[in-house]
């Protein structure tokens, strides 16, 4: 299964809640022909990489769920620190592909950090 790259505006909403993508992940080199033979320093960063720091530094988990009536994936968010249960949208939405899901689960926990 192939890693899914993090939009720019999943990237910006969690770099405005602490996180610090150049300090946490390797980048890549890529070689550009502006004129120079030069590389440039893009990191790249992955949902699952976003989920990690999220479940570290923040203490949510993000659960994906599969729903066997819609044939989709849902999540629900957890805080770890007290095993409770703070959102839930497996049921309320109707369902996304698996990445999507991950990736409106991570919005969703990045707008509940104050």
């Not at 299964?1 to 890529?30: H, P, V, W």
């Not at 849902?74 to 703070?86: A, L, Q, R, V, Y």
Request: net charge positive; hydrophobic share 40%; charged share 30%.
């Amino acid at each position: 299964m192939e890693e899914k790259l993090a939009t720019k505006y999943l990237i910006n909403l969690a770099t405005k809640k602490g996180f610090d993508r150049f300090k946490l992940q390797k980048g890549i080199s890529i070689p550009l022909h502006d004129g120079m033979d030069e590389f440039k320093y893009f990191p790249r960063i992955t949902l699952s990489f976003l989920q990690t720091w999220l479940r570290k530094t923040h203490k949510f988990h993000i659960e994906i769920c599969y729903m066997n009536n819609v044939l989709k994936y849902g999540f629900k968010i957890i805080d770890i620190t007290t095993n409770t249960e703070i959102t839930d949208f497996r049921f309320k939405i109707g369902g996304f592909e698996y990445d999507k899901a991950l990736e409106n689960g991570l919005k969703h926990s990045l707008n509940l950090i104050k």
